[in-house]
Nanobody, 122 residues
Framework: QVQLVDTGGGLVQAGGSLRLSCAASGSTFSRYTVTWFRQAPGKEREFVAAITGSGSSIYYADSVKGRFSIARNNAKNTAYLQMNSLKPEDTAVYYC???????????????WGQGTQVTVSS
């Protein structure tokens, strides 16, 4: 098993930046693909970005491509989501997750972080 703690959310103006962190413990971090999802009020949880265990493959949702960047440091058991050029529609609770394979479907996730709120004001 792996435990995940998401941090780094906050309130930012449109056009600003935030970096989210996902700290893992309890298991070999490099075994897992890390995926960020987000959930806005009244909406379903949606895929944002993913990075495989070795970092060799990276995936982004079309809505964040070119603005967000996912990375990981397996020596520090931490993954990151750098969010630039933020828009009000990026406002959501962001969740990191760990899976044994790449997925964009929340139901396939094995482990979840607790989530961190990101609010982008216009």
């Amino acid at each position: 098993q792996v435990q995940l703690v998401d941090t780094g959310g906050g309130l930012v103006q449109a056009g600003g930046s935030l970096r989210l962190s996902c700290a893992a413990s309890g298991s070999t971090f490099s075994r897992y693909t890390v995926t960020w999802f987000r959930q806005a009020p009244g909406k379903e949880r949606e895929f944002v970005a993913a990075i495989t265990g070795s970092g060799s493959s990276i995936y982004y949702a079309d809505s964040v491509k070119g603005r967000f960047s996912i990375a990981r440091n397996n020596a520090k058991n931490t993954a990151y989501l750098q969010m630039n050029s933020l828009k009000p529609e990026d406002t959501a609770v962001y969740y990191c997750s760990a899976t044994y394979f790449h997925t964009t479907t929340p139901n396939n996730v094995n482990y979840w972080g607790q989530g961190t709120q990101v609010t982008v004001s216009s």
